[in-house]
């Protein structure tokens, strides 16, 4: 079983400690591609939370099992077998959803995420906890990216929560600046997503380090690092 | 006191390991192919739905009064098309006249990949509409060619071919105006919709080409 330490530590490392796309930096493949908005962004996050979660308590399961040699090529065997298996069954049974998140499903192959993970936690852990992590690690990315999405879109656009209709038909996206704002092509390509992501990072190690001076009771660090408005 | 632990030797070693490997790859192929095989049916009755479906954008219904998908020729690969292989074809018919074309292009030069397109063309010559089929174009950039990603909801980009012509419209101009042609495009993603107009205008040009065969009702392919 798990205990309420256990669970609130995995909590916190996949929401902040050690966060996906923050932290460890991982899956900059479709986290590039595909938070041009955060419908995207969120739908991605959703898709991964799901295979990241089956993967993480497959091999939790059959841990024992792997020989510590060919773990990673058995690995693999079994994020690309099992993300093949969900596509399949999405298209399916849940044919709707698929339509709106079958094109994402594929990416996360190229996504180290899930293969970090397995590697790093499930393949040391029970599944429970394993759920858990892959879960949590998900919950963690989707906030991120549908940060970085929002980012991008307001940025490069102005609107927010463009493709809103694909996932609930009816609802309209937001126009936040005025219709006749020029937009920044930058924040919707790819080296606008970096720096973006470059900006979120900072603003993260800021934060910890205020924590980290409050903490030991010192004044905060006299020269914080670049604030987010310095992307352009 | 404990007794000597058995080492194996390294041949054993290597042997058991990809004995175990080949296991895990046996095991997880077969619930590959069990997914598959399980899957299949829903699969292919949900793409036929879609394809009737996507027909009915393209092709507006009071142009015909026949039963489509029974109506299905083979096209044989061509250039025009841009297809390798063979591709399948709906003929429309009212009051048992041919009326327009139902069939599927692509565009090979697309930013990621190929571009497939389903494209309507009545017995005139005349585009009665083209949609976007499947495409791997970026999202969020270059899928605005797809009218449910496009943001413009009351005239989406690839509503600009409907109705237009090889008469009625010149070699030139079959481009994005950037490039001197009569077709707009989202700046930064130019790529995209220039493969699609190529697309188009090529295979207009292939009806047109083999408009006796393609309309008679026996089929070209048969």
């Known amino acids: 079983m798990i205990s309420r330490d256990e669970l609130s530590e995995i909590r916190d490392n996949g929401l902040w400690k050690q966060n996906s796309s923050l932290v460890q930096i991982l899956g900059l493949c479709p986290l590039l591609a595909v938070t041009t908005n955060v419908v995207n962004g969120v739908m991605l996050s959703l898709a991964t939370i799901i295979v990241m979660a089956i993967a993480n308590v497959a091999v939790a399961s059959l841990r024992n099992l792997i020989p510590h040699e060919i773990r990673i090529p058995v690995f693999i065997l079994i994020v690309a077998a099992l993300v093949t298996v969900v596509d399949l069954l999405f298209n399916a049974q849940l044919h709707e959803l698929y339509l709106v998140l079958g094109i994402f499903i594929p990416l996360i192959v190229t996504n180290c995420i899930v293969l970090a993970r397995v590697e790093a936690f499930a393949n040391k852990n029970p599944p429970l906890q394993a759920a858990f992590d892959g879960v949590f690690m998900g919950v963690g990315m989707l906030w991120t990216l549908a940060l970085l999405g929002g980012l991008r879109e307001l940025i490069g656009g102005g609107t927010l929560f463009s493709g809103i209709d694909m996932v609930f038909p009816g609802l309209q996206p937001l126009q936040l600046l005025p219709a006749d704002y020029p937009g920044l092509l930058l924040a919707m390509l790819p080296p606008g997503a970096f720096i973006l992501l470059g900006c979120l990072i900072a603003w993260k190690n800021w934060v910890e380090a205020r924590a980290a001076a409050r903490d030991s009771g010192q004044r905060p660090l006299p020269t914080p690092p670049a604030p987010l408005t310095d992307h352009a | ?222």
């Open chain 2, 1 to 222: 006191m404990t007794p000597p632990v058995k080492t194996p030797t390294a041949p054993v070693m290597a042997v058991r390991t990809a004995v175990i490997l080949l296991i895990f790859v046996i095991a997880f192929t077969s619930l590959l192919a069990a997914a598959h095989l399980w899957t299949r049916p829903a699969i292919e009755e949900a793409a036929a739905a879609e394809k009737m479906k996507l027909i009915g954008e393209v092709l507006p219904p009071g142009l015909y009064d026949n039963d489509l998908l029974a109506d299905s020729r083979r096209l044989a690969p061509a250039a025009g098309l841009g297809l390798e292989e063979e591709s399948t074809a709906y003929l429309a018919r009212k009051g048992g006249r041919a009326s327009a074309l139902v069939f599927e292009a692509a565009a090979a030069d697309g930013y990621a990949g190929r571009i497939r397109l389903l494209l309507a063309v009545a017995v005139d010559g005349t585009l009665l509409g083209v949609r976007v089929t499947q495409h791997k174009e970026t999202p969020g950039l270059g899928d605005y060619i797809e009218p449910r990603k496009d943001r413009n909801k009351e005239r989406p980009w690839i509503r600009q071919f409907d109705g237009l012509s090889l008469a009625a419209v010149g070699d030139r101009a079959w481009r994005v105006r950037k490039d001197g042609g009569r077709f707009d495009a989202v700046a930064g993603a130019t790529v995209t919709p220039r493969a699609v107009i190529k697309a188009v205008h090529r295979a207009l040009q292939y009806v047109a080409e083999n408009r006796q065969q393609l309309f008679t009702a026996d089929g070209a392919g048969k």
